[in-house]
């Protein structure tokens, strides 16, 4: 044992006796110690921002914010992007159809027009449009076939996917063979909606949009809250619905009218660069954001009911 501890102290002085290896540094570099200490400050910047979250979060408002964007999520399961395509391979062409059954070659040409002046479209892209409005308008025949088919191939899956989505939202059940007749006339309703908001713009006319708005808001309401009563078979009740469909009233009406402000230059920039393509592309992207936005909406009303509910059991409870 004694010789082992003296083993041991004789190589520990020896290596203390030994020089240092001069190729390596005995100091850390400066580098280093600055991207520590950029290391700590970010740290203490995240943990602040933690804290701040976390403190918004506890607050009444916060509640209502985090538990909608827990319900969206619960409840959509990226249900956008196949509304999304279903929607521009059916609901659109059928809205389309249905304006041009209802007005002249002549007339449609001079919706195409407005429409092109409202959005400032330019070049490729104002010839494509013109050109979609034409064709429907000298083919309806062969345009009335294609929406048969698109309605029976994609325009029914819509009104099941909102029934999914309402029904997560709401945590109901629903749901049988015979919903299929309801998705049809949901999709018919969806698209004839579009095809009437489309003809009442092209009445006014640019000058005269802001007449409108007062059948919007009153139209808008009542088909938000008709299709979750519709497609939930009514378990629930319209005035719980009512938050919900004001509130997708508002947004998507919001939407439309700043899409001049944004939309244009996308679509002209992209017709150019990809032609008929990228005008398509670009339009499915606004679509998506406008179909996100209504799901977003539709969850909306659950969340407020079960938000009051809460607070009124959280005042009952301080109280």
């Not at 850390?28 to 203490?44: I, M």
């Not at 007005?103 to 195409?112: E, F, G, K, Q, V």
């Not at 063979?177 to 949901?186: E, P």
């Not at 007449?211 to 299709?227: D, K, N």
Request: hydrophobic share 50%.
């Amino acid at each position: 044992m004694v010789v082992r501890g003296g083993w041991c102290t004789l190589e520990a002085e020896r290596s203390r006796s030994l020089p240092a290896d001069p190729s390596v540094s005995q100091n850390p570099p400066e580098s280093a110690e600055e991207s520590r200490t950029a290391a700590f400050r970010l740290g203490n910047r995240v943990r602040r921002m933690q804290a701040w979250l976390a403190g918004r979060a506890d607050t009444s408002l916060g509640r209502l914010s985090l538990d909608w964007f827990r319900r969206y999520f619960e409840a959509s399961r990226n249900s956008g992007c196949a509304i999304t395509v279903y929607s521009s391979l059916s609901v659109l062409p059928v809205a389309l159809v249905i304006a041009s059954l209802l007005h002249s070659t002549a007339d449609s040409n001079l919706y195409a027009e407005r429409l092109i002046s409202h959005l400032k479209l330019t070049g490729a892209t104002a010839e494509l449009v013109a050109n979609t409005f034409g064709s429907v308008s000298s083919n309806k025949l062969a345009a009335t076939i294609t929406v048969a088919v698109s309605a029976l191939v994609w325009g029914i899956g819509i009104g099941q996917i909102y029934q999914d989505v309402y029904a997560r939202a709401w945590r109901v059940k629903v749901g049988s063979l015979a919903d299929q007749g309801l998705f049809a006339i949901f999709f018919f309703v969806f698209s004839g909606s579009l095809a009437l908001f489309v003809l009442a713009a092209e009445s006014l006319g640019n000058e005269r949009l802001l007449l409108l708005a007062p059948a919007w808001i009153a139209g808008s309401t009542v088909f938000w809250l008709w299709v979750p009563r519709f497609l939930l078979h009514r378990e629930v009740a319209l005035r719980a619905l009512l938050p919900g469909a004001l509130l997708a009233t508002l947004v998507l009406g919001g939407l439309i009218a700043v899409s001049p402000l944004f939309l244009a230059a996308p679509l002209n920039a992209n017709g150019r660069a990809f032609g008929s393509f990228g005008v398509v592309l670009t339009f499915i992207a606004y679509v998506f954001i406008a179909i996100t936005l209504s799901l977003v909406c539709a969850v909306f009303s659950p969340v407020w009911a079960d938000w009051r509910r809460t607070e009124r059991a959280r005042a009952d409870g301080a109280a």
